[in-house]
Nanobody, 122 residues
Framework: QVQLVESGGGLVQAGDSLRLSCAASGRTFSTSVMGWFRQAPGKGREFVAVITWSGESTYYADSVKGRFTISRDNAKNTVYLQMNSLKPEDTATYYC???????????????WGQGAQVTVSS
């Protein structure tokens, strides 16, 4: 398994940008599919974005497509989520996750970080 630690969350205003980072430890990071998920207060955890181990393929939830970008640097064992044009409805705890399938399904990801809070004020 991969151990994951998110950073970069915070309080921003609508329209601002923020970049989340997820530092991974473990020999399997470079071969792991990595994803970002989020959970708003009172709601279930939802898919945000996923990237293949090589970084060649990505997939986004419709709600963030065109605003968020997932990327990874295997030399640094880090995956990123660049979030632009943030909206109040993006407010949530954001989790990075590692898995073995290029998927948006939560059960396909076996390693999870502790989460980073993102709050967007209107």
């Amino acid at each position: 398994q991969v151990q994951l630690v998110e950073s970069g969350g915070g309080l921003v205003q609508a329209g601002d940008s923020l970049r989340l980072s997820c530092a991974a430890s473990g020999r399997t990071f470079s071969t792991s599919v990595m994803g970002w998920f989020r959970q708003a207060p009172g709601k279930g955890r939802e898919f945000v974005a996923v990237i293949t181990w090589s970084g060649e393929s990505t997939y986004y939830a419709d709600s963030v497509k065109g605003r968020f970008t997932i990327s990874r640097d295997n030399a640094k064992n880090t995956v990123y989520l660049q979030m632009n044009s943030l909206k109040p409805e993006d407010t949530a705890t954001y989790y990075c996750a590692g898995g073995s399938r290029f998927s948006r399904a939560i059960p396909d990801f076996g390693s999870w970080g502790q989460g980073a809070q993102v709050t967007v004020s209107s």
